[in-house]
C-alpha cells in the first residue's frame, strides 16, 4: 500500500519560500501522478498542481507564478515551493498520489504551515 | 475554472438513516472518451488522511463501504449515505477531474442528529 509523508517547516515569515517534500513508500514513484492539495482553516480544498516522475509539471494558474515542484526519483520523494508567501498561504498541505486521470487515491496526513508576518 | 457547489453546507442525520449530498458543476464533466462522469467523492475527518470514496460518478474505491453510492451525470450529482453509522461523521467534498485545475466543492459537514 501506497504511503505518503509530507515534512517541512510548520513556521513561515511573510514574503518568504515555503518549502514541504513529500516522502512515498510502499509503491514505486514512477506510476502516479504526485499533487500538493491545501486547506486554509476553515476552508475548503484547493489544489495546488502535480508533477509527474519525469519532472513534468501542472500547476494551478491561480498559483503558478509562485509555484514551483520537483522530484527525486531515487529519494522516491517530491518537493513544493511557494515563493513570496504571505498569512493566506498558511494552512493545511497534503501531498497526494493519482492516477491518469486525477482521482486521488493516496494522501499525506497533512503538514499545518503557519505564516506570519 | 470549473465552480464546484455543493449543498447543504451541513446536515444532520440520525444514526441509520439516509443522508444525501448534492454537488453541481458549472460545466458539464462528461468524458466524451469513455462516456463516464470525472467526478469524485472525499470523506475528511480531522487528524486522518482524506479517503476517495467515489470516482467516475458512481465506481465504490477499493474497501468503501456499500452504503456509500453516487449518482447523477453531465452537471448534477449526488453522494448518498443509505444507512448513516457513526464513523460516517465527516466533512465530505465533491471533485471534478475533467479538466486542471482540478477542483472541489466546499464541502458538506455531516453529524449526527
Known amino acids: 500500500q501506497v504511503q505518503l509523508q509530507e515534512s517541512g517547516p510548520g513556521l513561515g515569515k511573510s514574503s518568504e519560500t515555503l518549502s514541504l517534500t513529500c516522502t512515498v513508500s510502499?509503491?514505486?514513484?514512477?506510476?502516479?501522478?504526485w499533487s500538493w492539495i491545501r486547506q486554509p482553516p476553515g476552508k475548503g480544498l484547493e489544489w495546488i498542481g502535480y508533477?509527474?516522475?519525469?519532472?513534468?509539471?501542472n500547476y494551478n494558474p491561480s498559483l503558478r507564478s509562485r509555484v514551483t515542484m520537483s522530484v527525486d526519483t531515487s529519494k522516491s520523494q517530491f518537493s513544493l515551493r511557494l515563493s513570496s508567501v504571505t498569512a493566506a498561504d498558511s494552512a493545511l498541505y497534503y501531498c497526494?498520489?493519482?492516477?491518469?486521470?486525477?482521482?486521488?487515491?493516496?494522501w499525506g496526513q497533512g503538514t499545518l504551515v503557519t505564516v506570519s508576518s | 475554472d470549473i465552480v464546484m457547489t455543493q449543498s447543504p453546507d451541513s446536515l444532520a442525520v440520525s444514526l441509520g438513516e439516509r443522508a444525501t449530498i448534492n454537488c453541481k458543476s458549472s460545466q458539464s464533466v462528461l468524458y466524451s472518451s469513455n462516456n463516464k462522469n470525472s467526478l469524485a467523492w472525499y470523506q475528511l475527518k480531522p487528524r486522518q488522511p482524506p479517503e476517495l470514496l467515489i470516482y467516475w460518478a458512481s465506481t465504490r474505491a477499493s474497501g468503501v463501504p456499500d452504503r456509500f453510492s453516487g449518482s447523477g451525470s453531465g452537471t448534477d450529482f449526488t453522494l448518498t449515505i443509505s444507512s448513516l453509522q457513526a464513523e460516517d461523521v465527516a466533512v465530505y467534498y465533491c471533485q471534478q477531474y475533467y479538466t486542471t485545475p482540478w477542483t472541489f466543492g466546499q464541502g458538506t459537514k455531516v453529524e449526527i442528529k
Open positions: 497526494a498520489g493519482s492516477g491518469t486521470y486525477g482521482t486521488f487515491e493516496y
Open positions: 510502499g509503491g514505486p514513484i514512477g506510476s502516479y501522478y
Open positions: 508533477i509527474y516522475y519525469d519532472g513534468t509539471t
